[in-house]
């Protein structure tokens, strides 16, 4: 079992910066790809970001291209979400998960689930 924790979320200006991270515990970290996900309000879970187990491939949205970093730290069990020049259709809730070796976009894909942790972008 590969348990995560998202943590960072909370209240900023458009413009502003938010960095998540996901502490895993249970499984090491090190065979495990991790993607972001966010849900916002009435809409579908989409993804973010993700890193595969060997940091050679990160992928992003288009609409968080240039703007988010994804990277991960093995030894401290955690990957982390940088955002930066936050905009309004950022807000929602964040969940990191985790998957065997390679990203994957689609959500079903993914059998371990953090609990999200809100991201709101408001003046």
């Known amino acids: 079992q590969l348990y995560l924790v998202e943590s960072g979320g909370g209240l900023m200006q458009p413009g502003g910066s938010l960095r998540l991270s996901c502490e895993t515990s249970?499984?090491?970290?090190?065979?495990?790809?991790i993607t972001w996900f966010r849900q916002a309000p009435g809409k579908e879970r989409e993804g973010v970001s993700c890193?595969?187990?060997?940091?050679?491939?990160?992928n992003y949205a288009d609409s968080v291209k240039g703007r988010f970093t994804i990277s991960r730290d093995n030894a401290k069990r955690t990957v982390y979400l940088q955002m930066d020049s936050l905009k309004s259709e950022d807000t929602g809730v964040y969940y990191c998960?985790?998957?065997?070796?390679?990203?994957?976009?689609?959500?079903?894909?993914?059998?371990?689930w953090g609990q999200g942790t809100q991201v709101t972008v408001s003046s």
């Open positions: 890193i595969d187990s060997n940091s050679v491939t990160a």
């Open positions: 249970g499984y090491t970290l090190d065979y495990y790809a």
């Open positions: 998960a985790g998957r065997r070796r390679i990203c994957d976009p689609g959500v079903d894909k993914y059998p371990y």
